[in-house]
């Protein structure tokens, strides 16, 4: 980052100038609600009714503590993640510490959900305009196209262009569930407390507890900040003009402004914490009323959002269909633009931390949009050729982040936590909290282990 670009300037007081500061939090509510929420989480529930709730809303409010702190590493140190994790000790390839090329290994296979979000962005809008009679080769057209729109968006990879797309979709589909919460109440599926009150006794209930327990590490990878986001969100921080605005360390006033902007920045996290623990909730909550409600079993295929939009179509007729149907269009997209956005972020970051690529803005760029164009044409070629249902990819990549990403950051984030500048490092109880926060995760993973050898109940 070049210092003769930063304009040192205070935090805004006033609440328009803090709602123009935030942004960053709401790229990630973009990735954070997408394939996860839309696709695993209707499929758990379907599985599971409502007893796993609780696992959902601790899955999605957890995360905010470990966010913040990564965060606030950025802020206080300008620092993108490489350059964070490369100031920890430890190994290192050519000064690259070994915690992010071993994460950037992982990562690859988390990317197995681009595919599904791509697959199922076709099926929605083969749904809303057939364009063969034939349904899988309208579904490649469409898969296709898909492809090329989000290639050309992230051609131009600035960030205030991922800023208002984000945006306007995350209203989109935030809207989307409500409403679809709303309609729902108005048929035979309607929820009530009891059931809600049911799915808050932190059970695995009396079925499949191996299932359940295997469910519930899926979502804890799935939902929330998971460990893309988490790794993702220092870029949105600086590229949003943060860490620029607090100055160095040498400068008069430093530490004031570098409070000011952690308060911003925490309130960015509070709002993309909300945003995605609503949303996931309401589609947790549809899914469990409709599909498990009535014995039907989980949605599946190239037409599953088809399926989750039945809960509305067979009370209130084919136009409330277009209501669940652009939210989830809207979901998956932010989702698949924001993630692949930041692979060529990550891929940059690694490569110049090896020193095999410069680090001139227009080298940055150029990295960025062949690590993206790749990732694309990958997740296209897999999507026609492999054959396989959305769910599944989604489901496999954001078992893998729970395993063993989602834990791996949570350490790391830890030991940069604990070595942030003492002046402006976290408190004791906001210490405990990100400490309980990574053991739950190391937990996960332990209990996952040792599930397999288990009986099924």
């Not at 579904?139 to 306007?168: C, P, Q, S």
């Not at 929330?224 to 360390?249: C, D, H, I």
């Not at 209130?316 to 652009?326: A, E, I």
């Not at 990549?397 to 990403?405: D, L, R, W």
Request: charged share 10%.
């Amino acid at each position: 980052m070049d210092d003769k670009s930063i304009r040192v300037a205070g935090p805004p007081r006033h609440a328009m100038g803090i709602l123009a500061a935030i942004g960053p939090g709401i790229i990630v509510t973009g990735s954070v609600i997408g394939s996860g929420e839309l696709i695993n989480t209707p499929v758990q529930a379907a599985k599971f009714g409502f007893i796993l709730l609780w696992a959902v809303i601790i899955s999605c409010v957890i995360k905010c503590f470990l966010q913040i702190e990564i965060g606030r590493h950025a802020v206080v140190h300008r620092r993108t993640p490489f350059q964070a994790l490369n100031a920890l000790p430890g190994w290192k390839l050519r000064g690259t510490s070994w915690i992010g090329i071993i994460y950037m290994i992982g990562s690859v296979l988390t990317a197995a959900t681009l595919v599904g979000m791509m697959r199922a962005s076709a099926g929605i809008m083969h749904n809303l305009m057939a364009l063969s009679t034939s349904t899988a080769t309208s579904l490649n057209i469409w898969t296709v196209l898909v492809f090329l729109i989000a290639w050309a968006f992230l051609w131009r990879g600035t960030y205030a262009d991922l800023e208002k797309l984000i945006g306007i979709l995350v209203a989109t589909f935030s809207l989307s569930v409500i409403v679809g919460l709303f309609l729902l109440q108005g048929t035979e599926n309607a929820i009530t407390w009891q059931q809600i009150r049911s799915g808050m006794t932190f059970s695995l209930g009396d079925g499949d507890r191996r299932a359940a327990a295997i469910a519930v590490v899926s979502l804890m990878g799935a939902l929330g900040a998971t460990a893309n986001e988490l790794f993702m969100y220092p870029y949105w921080l600086l590229e949003k003009g943060y860490a620029r605005q607090v100055g160095s360390p040498d400068d008069e006033g430093w530490v004031e402004r570098a409070r000011g902007w952690i308060r911003i920045m925490q309130l960015d996290v509070t709002a993309c914490t909300l945003l995605a623990t609503l949303a996931t909730v309401g589609y947790f909550l549809l899914g469990a009323a409709v599909f498990h409600g009535r014995g039907s079993g989980a949605p599946t295929g190239d037409h599953i959002v088809e399926q989750l939009s039945a809960m509305y179509t067979e009370s209130y007729g084919d136009w409330s269909k277009w209501v669940f149907q652009l939210g989830a269009l809207g979901t998956l997209f932010s989702t698949l633009i924001v993630a692949t956005a930041a692979f060529g972020r990550m891929w940059s970051d690694m490569l110049i931390s090896l020193g095999l690529v410069g680090d001139s803005p227009s080298t940055q760029l150029k990295t960025q949009r062949t690590v993206v164009s790749i990732y694309l044409l990958l997740s296209l070629l897999i999507a026609i050729l492999a054959g396989q249902p959305p769910e599944a990819p989604v489901i496999f990549g954001q078992f893998v982040a729970g395993m063993f990403c989602t834990p791996l950051m949570a350490i790391a984030i830890c030991a940069m936590a604990f070595r942030t500048d003492r002046r402006l490092r976290m408190s004791g109880a906001t210490a405990f909290f990100l400490v309980t926060t990574s053991l739950i995760f190391v937990g996960c993973v332990a209990a996952n282990m040792i599930i397999p050898f288990l009986g099924k109940n």
